[in-house]
């Protein structure tokens, strides 16, 4: 249901924007997100948007910005200032909180930072 896009290869300092697109609806999920997984570490929450609010790691505040485009089913990830720690394999997520909570993950899109 969700197909995440935009990942490459980019210097240390410069930008990417990554896209997540849905098969349905945004609004259909109470809260979409990104989440990043880098070699031998755990997945960690980059960013999350609901409603009219916005959440970011401490890592990333002041470089990315979660939006999202409800004409396009979208949600977006601007990364400014890239630094080599967020090399990654960057997941979109929706999650449902009715019936019963459920997440939903797109494929990955791997995102790597050269110094």
């Known amino acids: 249901q969700l197909q995440a896009s935009g990942g490459g290869l980019v210097q240390a300092g410069g930008s990417l924007r990554l896209s997540c697109a849905a098969s349905?609806?945004?609004?259909?999920?109470?809260?979409m997100g990104w989440y990043r997984q880098a070699p031998g570490k755990q997945r960690e929450l980059v960013a999350t948007i609901t409603g009219g609010s916005t959440n970011y790691a401490d890592s990333v505040k002041g470089r990315f910005t979660i939006s999202r485009d409800g004409a396009k089913n979208t949600v977006y990830l601007q990364m400014n200032s890239l630094k080599p720690e967020d090399t990654a394999v960057y997941y979109c997520?929706?999650?449902?909180?009715?019936?019963?909570?459920?997440?939903?993950w797109g494929q990955g899109t791997q995102v790597t930072v050269s110094s």
């Open positions: 349905r609806s945004i609004f259909s999920f109470n809260i």
């Open positions: 997520n929706g999650r449902r909180y009715l019936p019963t909570m459920n997440d939903y």
